[in-house]
């Protein structure tokens, strides 16, 4: 059965845990979504309390982390979503991506409406992907895809 959590608390509580034994045992993102049988991006999503993990993915990362059985139902249960609290995010990592959508928000509003029409692009239909490639002036780039769903708008 599926069960819903209303308060964030435990999750946010649960998501301390996991990255504290996450640290204690070395282990990676990658580590933890290869033991969830998910992608990356999903069980990174999960186990900071914005997914909920299918059953055996659940207990799996659990299990690799030495969590409890509690902890393994929690992360099943589907989350009170949303990991940044209200104003402008002060870690400098999720800044830039607020200061992207400040500067190109109304940028890629203009260019999905004109491409597909009146609608949004699913953040549920939705996959993530984060890649480190070389930058041909030196240095590093970070290759971040977006990929959701059009939903269009339908008139009633």
């Given at each position: ?7 964030s ?22 580590q ?88 949004i ?36």
């Amino acid at each position: 059965m599926v069960h819903a959590q209303f308060d964030s608390t435990a999750r946010e509580t649960l998501a301390a845990q996991a990255v504290d034994a996450k640290i204690r045992k070395n282990l990676s993102w990658k580590q933890i979504a290869d033991a969830s049988g998910l992608s990356v991006a999903f069980t990174t999503a999960a186990v900071l309390g914005q997914h909920p993990l299918p059953e055996q993915s659940a207990k799996a990362v659990a299990e690799l982390l030495g969590l409890d059985d509690d902890a393994a139902m929690l992360l099943q249960a589907v989350p009170t979503r949303g990991s940044i609290p209200g104003g402008i995010p002060t870690d400098p990592t999720i800044y830039r991506f607020y200061e992207m959508l400040q500067v190109y928000g109304t940028t890629l509003k203009a260019l999905v409406h004109e491409e597909f029409g009146d609608g949004i692009i699913s953040a549920i239909n939705f996959k993530l992907d984060v890649k480190k490639v070389a930058d041909p002036d030196g240095g590093e780039r970070a290759v971040i895809t977006l990929d959701g769903k059009y939903l269009p708008t339908k008139p009633f």
